[in-house]
C-alpha cells in the first residue's frame, strides 16, 4: 500500500524478485512490477485506508512466514465519501534475512469478502 509521495515500505525494501500474488490480478514478479501496479490501481481512489489485522509470525532461522487479514476501504468519489468500496482477505508473507536484515520475498492476498461495486480500480491486465 502506498503512503502519500507514492511510497510503499514493504515493497521498496524488498528484492527486486519478490513475487506478489492478489486474487483479482494473478502473480507479478519483480518489485518494480508490483509498485507500478500497486499505485496504478490506488491512483482511482481520493481516500483509502488498508488496515492489516490479527498478525501471527513465525520465524526459523533466516527464514519467516506471516499470516493476517487485510481489510480495506476506498472512497470512489470525493463528493460522496458515504459511497465506498470495501474487501478483505487473508495475508500471507514470507521473509529471508541478509546480511541486510529481513527481506520481504512472498506476498500473497485473498480477498474474502467485498462490499459495494469497485468503480475506481483499474482492470486487470
Avoid at 514493504?10 to 512490477?33: I, N, Q, S, Y
Avoid at 460522496?80 to 529471508?96: I, K, L, N, Q, V
Avoid at 527481506?103 to 486487470?124: A, F, K, N, Y
Wanted: proline residues 6%; aromatic residues 12%; negative net charge.
Amino acid at each position: 500500500m502506498t503512503q502519500p509521495g507514492g511510497k510503499c515500505p514493504a515493497t521498496e525494501k524488498g528484492p527486486a524478485d519478490a513475487v506478489f500474488e492478489f486474487e483479482p490480478w494473478g502473480t507479478l514478479r519483480g518489485r518494480e512490477a508490483v509498485l507500478e501496479r500497486v499505485r496504478e490501481a490506488e491512483t482511482g481512489y481520493p481516500a483509502m485506508q488498508h488496515h492489516i489485522l490479527n498478525m501471527y509470525f513465525e520465524v526459523t532461522g533466516d527464514r519467516a512466514r506471516g499470516y493476517g487479514y487485510m481489510w480495506f476501504l476506498a472512497v470512489q468519489h470525493a463528493e460522496r465519501p458515504d459511497d465506498h468500496f470495501a474487501m478483505g482477505g487473508p495475508y500471507a508473507w514470507s521473509y529471508r534475512r541478509g546480511a541486510d536484515g529481513w527481506r520481504l520475498t512472498e506476498q500473497r492476498l485473498g480477498v474474502s469478502w467485498t462490499r459495494g461495486q469497485d468503480e475506481s480500480m483499474v482492470p486487470q491486465r
